[in-house]
Every structure is written in structure tokens, then in C-alpha cells.
């Protein structure tokens, strides 16, 4: 005599074999948690529908809360970058590594939109900004802090003026730069 369970192993080996020997399960309905193919691509299908639901959910967050902290002038965005300072004023070794701990580097504006953006931060504290500018060892030109060459500048009127010791930029509060020292206390403002 067979026991219950003997007979419903049976039962689902009749059911399952002819499916692999056909090598086209329908999925066997009404049984759940026993898939055939076409079950096991609907579980995984809905795994990727949650996954995706969940990414969704997961944007739709950051995207409130950077708007959240936009609205407070925490920090201004611009395309995928956001520029944001700590209010603290150091000198440029410092600026950076501020930003360089929260995965970020001091801002460097690449045109006149994020430039302005930058501004807006240095008049909102009304201090000037060190950028994420220097002026190479050998070259003596200004590069970004990756050492690609600059292919936007804003200086004003007369600067950079050359003056060999001046190996940082700092912002003025109109926007415009200006060739500066390494070791003055200037705003820290990064960009992630
Ligand atoms: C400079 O290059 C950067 C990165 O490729 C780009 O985002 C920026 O718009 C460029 N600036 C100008 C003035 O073309």
C-alpha cells in the first residue's frame, strides 16, 4: 500500500516527465510553488517587475529629496552634478580633501550654467570660493584638479596676472576668478 505521499510524488513525476520529454512545460496549474518553464520565466518576470517597481520607488525618493534640499539652498543641481558647500571656510589642501571624504571634488565650473550656480553659492555666504582649479608644477597653465586642461574660464578682467606664488583660483562674488594663493581661508564648495 502506497502512502499519501509516496502517491503524490507519483503523481507529479507522470506530470513532470512528459513535460521535459515534450521540452515545453506549460506550467502545471493550480499547483503553486511548482513551476514548469513557462512558471520559473513567471517567477523570474516578476522578480524583475518588483526590482523594477522598487528602482522606481528608489529614484522617485532621491529625486524628493534633492528637490527637498534644492529648495532649502542646500544645493544647487545642474544636469547630473550637484554643487553644495559646508559652509566652512580652509585653504585649498583642506577644501579639498573636504569634498574628496564625501566623494566628491572641490567645484570646478566646466560652463557659464554651472559657473553661475557656483556664484550663487559664494553670494549666498557671501565669501569667496576656492575652485577646483590649479596651476600646474611644470606647465605653469591652470587644469582641473584631474589635470585635464580648462575648456572654460571666467577670469576677471587683468587675471589670471601671473604672479608665481598664485597657484589657486579663487571666485569673486560676481562670478568672475581670480589667481590666489593656496593657503587662504576661502568658502569649501564640492561637487558630486
Ligand atoms: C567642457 O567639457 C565638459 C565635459 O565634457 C562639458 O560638460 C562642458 O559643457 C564643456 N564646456 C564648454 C564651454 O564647452
Not at 44 to 59: M, Q, T, V
Not at 160 to 165: A, I, Y
Request: aromatic residues 6%; positive net charge.
Amino acid at each position: 500500500m502506497l502512502s499519501y505521499s509516496s502517491s503524490i510524488l507519483i503523481a507529479l513525476a507522470a506530470v513532470l516527465v512528459p513535460c521535459h520529454a515534450l521540452s515545453k512545460c506549460p506550467g502545471i496549474s493550480g499547483l503553486p510553488g511548482i513551476p514548469g518553464r513557462d512558471g520559473l520565466k513567471g517567477l523570474s518576470d516578476s522578480l524583475a517587475a518588483k526590482r523594477h517597481n522598487a528602482l522606481a520607488n528608489l529614484k522617485h525618493r532621491l529625486f524628493q529629496l534633492e528637490s527637498v534640499l534644492a529648495l532649502n539652498g542646500e544645493i544647487r543641481k545642474v544636469g547630473e552634478k550637484i554643487f553644495a558647500s559646508n559652509g566652512k571656510k580652509a585653504d585649498f589642501a583642506s577644501a579639498l580633501q573636504s569634498c574628496e571624504e564625501v566623494g566628491g571634488t572641490l567645484a570646478a565650473p566646466r560652463n557659464e550654467e554651472e559657473n553661475k550656480a557656483i556664484m550663487d553659492i559664494v553670494k549666498q555666504h557671501n565669501q569667496y570660493a576656492y575652485l577646483g582649479i590649479r596651476k600646474g608644477e611644470t606647465s605653469g597653465q591652470f587644469k582641473y584638479i584631474n589635470g585635464m586642461p580648462l575648456n572654460y574660464s571666467n577670469w576677471h578682467q587683468h587675471e589670471p596676472n601671473s604672479k608665481g606664488r598664485e597657484k589657486c583660483v579663487e571666485m569673486y562674488t560676481d562670478g568672475t576668478w581670480n589667481d590666489k594663493k593656496c593657503n587662504m581661508y576661502r568658502l569649501t564648495i564640492c561637487q558630486l
